[in-house]
């Protein structure tokens, strides 16, 4: 299947949005924990692109960030991201994207309610395969030992989760809004088109 | 604070390294890594350790720039080694502390498994330092090509690999102006309750959103005024051109990972 001009702009723009996301922590700071983006962008993406050009645009993130661009948290980038055990919250991204995408297609009208359901499981994916790619990265690149614990990875996560909750409530109430905005635009964009 | 996003991790040289082909460096970089992962013993880290200096010196990178890009990682690094040292019980009793002692199994363990997360740290690390991702995304065009069986065009992986590396600087501007517009309106990122920071955070959510959503339809409406209609028949500006030499690069690295598995046995 062959994309539009604009729909393939729109996946680029994603991909460029979650390599801000990732950085954009010296700007905003809630409750002292420096903030990434990136998980709320890939539901957004998801939301407002549909599933297949949702997780498209995070592969294409993936990808960016492999061949060098510093788009990853922390201005980190190139293929040493691939021996990183935090690779398979880059990964989880895709998939978040077109869960989300799935979920918002199917419902006609999206109220608040939904979307905070359909981001809470975008979160939750992306923390699930996130999580336990580091387990098993530990396990597979570093070799870890017996003392090396299944609960001790999820403890890492624990204080990025709490922040992640916040902005994904956050989250889920603009997506209604986000979603009106999309449909206002094409509508707009179709009036000046013709 | 953004200045090294839009010139990314690349440093242009000229050294052998940088002028060889992107896919041969792929290729080659693919090599090593199975090497790296297949190494167990003293003798096949040493080769792996010469192999990667080799490459180092003919990068023409500096010492302290290198240096530099690797320190973040010591950290992991010297974690790994902790955890092997402190937790593999075999071999003999090196050092009791309470209830830990460090076996010589251990230490061995660990040297062998921190040295394993440098030397792939510092062989991916030269490769993108060496190798411009506008070079790389066109090799890795030319490498999706069998994609296309599968209903993928690379190139529209390609073009919006490059489309998303353009509008990094551009959305960035575009971000500090939604954010100033925001602060000169009185919204405060930095300070206030829960509720103020959580309506300060989507205030600049939804502008910035719509902003760019307005940027990418300029750019479509451009592209397709000047009749863009996908790879076929498209001509190109950069040609990537494989040379006798890269034949020759990945024939050294394939020979000397057939000399680490030889030497393994």
Known sequence: ?194 | MFEHVIIGQYLPGQSVLHRMDARAKLLCLFFLLIIIFMTNDWIGYGSVWVGTLIMFFLSGVSFRYMRKGMIPILILIAFTFLLHAFFTKEGTILLSLGAFSVYSGGLQEGTFIAMRLFLLVWMTSLFTLTTSPIDLTDALEQIFRPLERFGISPHEIAFMMSIAIRFIPTLLQETEKVLKAQVARGADFTKGSLKDRSQAFISLLVPLFVRSFRRAEELAYAMEARGYHGGVGRTKLRKLTWRRRDTAACLVVFCFGMICMFLRQ
Do not use: C
């Not at chain 1, 993936?62 to 040493?80: D, E, I, T």
């Not at chain 1, 991204?93 to 799935?102: H, N, P, R, Y």
């Not at chain 1, 979920?103 to 939904?114: Q, R």
């Not at chain 1, 499981?121 to 790619?133: E, R, S, V, W």
């Open chain 1, 1 to 194: 299947m062959h994309w539009k001009p604009i729909q393939l702009i729109y996946a680029a723009l994603f991909a460029a949005l979650m390599g801000i996301g990732a950085n954009v922590t010296s700007y905003l700071v809630i409750g002292g924990v420096p903030i990434t983006l990136q998980s709320i962008i890939a539901i957004i993406a998801g939301a407002l692109l549909g599933s297949r050009l949702g997780a498209l645009s995070m592969t294409i993130y993936a990808l960016v960030g492999l061949v060098g661009m510093p788009v990853f948290a922390g201005f980190s980038g190139g293929v040493r991201a691939l021996v990183s055990p935090t690779f398979g919250f880059i990964l989880s991204f895709i998939v978040v994207a077109f869960v989300v995408g799935k979920m918002i297609e199917k419902k006609k009208k999206i109220v608040t309610s939904y979307a905070f359901f359909v981001a809470f499981i975008g979160l939750a994916l992306n923390y699930m395969i996130g999580t336990n790619y580091m387990y098993f990265a530990y396990l597979w690149i570093a070799d870890a030992p017996d003392g090396f614990s299944y609960s001790m990875v999820w403890l890492w996560m624990a204080l990025p989760l709490v922040k992640d909750i916040i902005l994904t409530i956050l989250t889920a109430v603009s997506i209604p809004k986000l979603l009106r905005m999309r449909t206002h635009h094409l509508a707009e964009t179709k009036q000046t088109a013709s």
